[in-house]
């Protein structure tokens, strides 16, 4: 790490200074949260990989979703050893930096777009449970994996393929030098917007689905208190699901936007903007880390309820007789 921290930074005139304290009070919690991070997303691909004869399709999802979070973690990781060796790289940018910001790129949207479809999957199992049928099966939720990964790779690998800002600063991004300022646009707020309405739409048809049921099955007499508590676990887990994706990326997306929106030359920029860059990439982190335990724990505690909410031949015959 280098010691003169202190200095103004160099490549050109700039009022960002550094502190080594600063740095390794933001470097140092990210490098843990990534190391839990990593730890934990290879735990459940492991845990998978071992238990494959008794897969369903939702767990091949599952496993996607996790290694996405594993190469984010481990790409977070190398930006935030970056960041302690030489801060001010990530504030100029360089060609390595552009290597891990692409790679991360590449599994942030390939962690929300298994987020989506994990979210349909849930959606299309309940309703499909409803009409006592369920279509799901592997080579659907397989499809669905792989059509992620490759949008992902197609969207995350622009920066590698031209679109970049090395050799341009006017066009560069404040927070992400040397990624371009209306290549973030581009991919960020489509991705967030189509990300946050996906989650919310379908959890929350998937609640309204479950209280309808509810209905039906008490206008028959049939609710049992084991039905009532396995739709509160689905709508509480909905919940979670949808405001901790929020509150992860809603900082990264506020913060493009006020990239694209500010026009502040680089000597005009103050320390807070790349201490809330930091932290935005932390909050990111924390999702990674949190998605294994809400998606491969509490998901699976109440799979009955979402593969069929509740399991007897009456609640079924309600529902086709409706």
């Known amino acids: 790490?280098?010691?003169?921290?202190?200095?103004?930074?160099?490549?050109?005139?700039?009022?960002?200074?550094?502190?080594?304290?600063?740095?390794?009070?933001?470097?140092?919690?990210?490098?843990?949260?990534?190391?839990?991070?990593?730890?934990?997303?290879?735990?459940?691909?492991?845990?998978?990989?071992?238990?494959?004869?008794?897969?369903?399709?939702i767990t091949t999802l599952f496993g996607s979703?996790?290694?996405?979070?594993?190469?984010?973690?481990?790409?977070?990781?190398w930006i935030a050893l970056l960041f302690i060796?030489?801060?001010?790289?990530?504030?100029?940018g360089s060609k390595e930096l552009l290597y891990a910001y692409t790679i991360l790129?590449?599994?942030?949207?390939?962690?929300?777009y298994n987020l989506m479809a994990i979210g349909v999957e849930r959606y299309l199992t309940v309703a499909d449970c409803l009409r006592a049928r369920c279509t799901i099966c592997?080579?659907?939720?397989?499809?669905?994996?792989?059509?992620?990964?490759?949008?992902?790779?197609?969207?995350?690998?622009?920066?590698?393929?031209?679109?970049?800002?090395?050799?341009?600063?006017?066009?560069?991004?404040?927070?992400?030098?040397?990624?371009?300022?209306?290549?973030?646009?581009?991919?960020?707020?489509?991705?967030?917007?189509?990300?946050f309405t996906c989650l919310l739409v379908t959890y929350v048809a998937i609640i309204v689905i479950l209280k309808r049921q509810k209905c039906i099955i008490a206008a028959q007499g049939h609710v049992s208190p084991r039905y009532r508590v396995a739709e509160a676990r689905v709508a509480r887990t909905s919940v979670i699901i949808w405001i901790m994706t929020v509150v992860s990326y809603c900082p990264f997306f506020s913060g493009v936007l006020w990239d694209a929106l500010d026009h502040s030359s680089l000597p005009e920029l103050q320390i807070h903007v790349y201490i809330f860059r930091n932290l935005t990439a932390i909050m990111i982190t924390l999702n990674s880390l949190v998605n294994p335990i809400?998606?491969?724990?509490?998901?699976?505690?109440?799979?009955?309820?979402?593969?069929?909410?509740?399991?007897?031949?009456?609640?079924?015959?309600?529902?086709?007789?409706?």
């Not at 200074?17 to 949260?33: E, N, R, Y």
């Not at 699976?300 to 309600?318: A, M």
């Open 65 to 77: 979703l996790a290694l996405s979070d594993l190469l984010l973690s481990s790409s977070s990781f």
């Open 294 to 322: 809400v998606y491969t724990h509490r998901l699976e505690k109440s799979g009955v309820s979402f593969r069929c909410p509740v399991n007897n031949n009456i609640h079924l015959q309600t529902v086709r007789d409706s």
């Open 1 to 57: 790490m280098n010691p003169l921290f202190n200095s103004s930074l160099g490549h050109g005139n700039t009022s960002v200074t550094w502190s080594s304290w600063l740095v390794l009070s933001l470097g140092i919690p990210q490098l843990a949260i990534n190391l839990v991070s990593v730890v934990c997303n290879c735990s459940v691909i492991l845990t998978i990989i071992s238990a494959r004869h008794q897969h369903k399709p």
């Open 138 to 195: 592997h080579w659907q939720t397989g499809l669905a994996a792989t059509g992620s990964w490759l949008v992902a790779g197609l969207f995350g690998g622009l920066p590698l393929m031209g679109w970049n800002c090395l050799d341009r600063d006017e066009a560069s991004s404040a927070l992400y030098r040397p990624l371009c300022i209306d290549y973030l646009v581009f991919v960020t707020i489509p991705n967030c917007v189509l990300t």
């Open 105 to 112: 790129g590449i599994s942030i949207l390939s962690t929300v």
């Open 85 to 92: 060796q030489e801060p001010q790289e990530t504030v100029f």
